[in-house]
């Protein structure tokens, strides 16, 4: 399973890469989008709309469910993958890559540091 070292995670499979600047760039894990199965459609939140930490911020449909995307921090979305729009199929593609969804501006860098490393991650998703 693809959990890269330098991410930071949430329990509910949400990746968090920080960017220069300190905003955190935001997709789901690729655990997430096996378990979804193929990706058909995607709703992210506005630029310039603010979230708290767990808030719903979107939705993420797939040929097996639909299911809400939460913010794994609290923070102004300063952009969103548009790309995604047209072709859902990133996410599956290249989860941490051209499938990330939205980038936001944390109202608390210190909040990075609660997040997840990618061995404690891996213990959720391999159930230990």
């Known amino acids: ?11 509910e499979h949400n990746w968090v890469r920080v960017l220069p600047g300190g905003a955190a760039q935001v997709g789901i ?30 939705v993420i ?8 995307l939460y913010s794994p921090l609290a923070g102004k979305v300063t952009a969103v993958n548009d790309e995604l729009e047209a072709s859902p199929e990133l ?13 936001i501006q944390p109202s608390d860098a210190g909040a990075l540091n609660d997040l997840l490393d990618a061995a404690k991650y891996q213990g959720i998703v391999s159930g230990g």
């Open 1 to 11: 399973m693809n959990i890269p070292e330098e991410l930071k995670y949430t329990e």
């Open 29 to 58: 894990t690729s655990y997430a989008q096996t378990q979804l199965g193929d990706i058909v459609f995607v709703e992210l939140p506005k630029v310039g709309q603010a979230l708290g930490a767990g808030q719903a911020m979107g």
């Open 61 to 68: 449909e797939s040929v097996k469910a639909a299911t809400d």
């Open 91 to 103: 996410i599956n593609e290249e989860p941490y890559g051209d499938g990330w969804m939205v980038e």
